[in-house]
């Protein structure tokens, strides 16, 4: 016959168990996520009203990225040469080769940006709302 102290004992245990497996279930799936590549990296590049200036940034909300842009009253570039317009993007799953890839792109020189840019975006179209 078991007492009540043993089955709150095993009840204990088993709940236990549960979390541990749950724990490790969690863990096993942020993994297999990191491995499958199911994160979402954007480089972007924003220009000014006029299309003078362009900035180059990478982020993995490009919604709330363009947003804060917009609404940043900070002595920030984007801010100083209101660049708030959207013109071109590209969509990583790695973070590492979405930086890379932004490195990359800064440096290069003006006229290769306008070539990358028209070739995604003939018109320079503000996407903003098409995000």
């Known amino acids: 016959m078991t007492t009540e102290k043993q089955i709150k004992c095993c009840h204990f245990e ?10 490790i279930f969690i ?8 491995l499958l590549g199911s994160h979402n990296y ?22 709330q990225r363009l947003y804060s ?7 920030s570039f984007t801010s100083k040469y209101k660049c708030f317009y959207l013109i ?7 973070i590492s080769q ?4 932004e ?4 440096g290069w020189r003006r006229e290769k940006k306008i070539e ?3 070739l995604f975006n003939p018109n320079w179209n503000f996407l903003n709302d098409n995000i």
């Open 14 to 23: 088993r709940n236990k168990v549960k979390s541990k497996n749950l724990f």
């Open 27 to 34: 863990l096993i799936r942020m993994y297999m996520n990191k």
């Open 42 to 63: 954007y480089v972007y590049i924003l220009t000014n009203k006029s299309k003078k200036v362009l900035y180059i940034g990478v982020t993995n909300d490009l919604k």
């Open 69 to 75: 842009h917009i609404n940043n009253q900070t002595n």
């Open 88 to 94: 071109y993007f590209e969509h990583f799953q790695d």
């Open 98 to 101: 979405a930086i890379a890839r």
């Open 103 to 106: 490195k990359q792109l800064k």
């Open 116 to 118: 990358l840019i028209e």
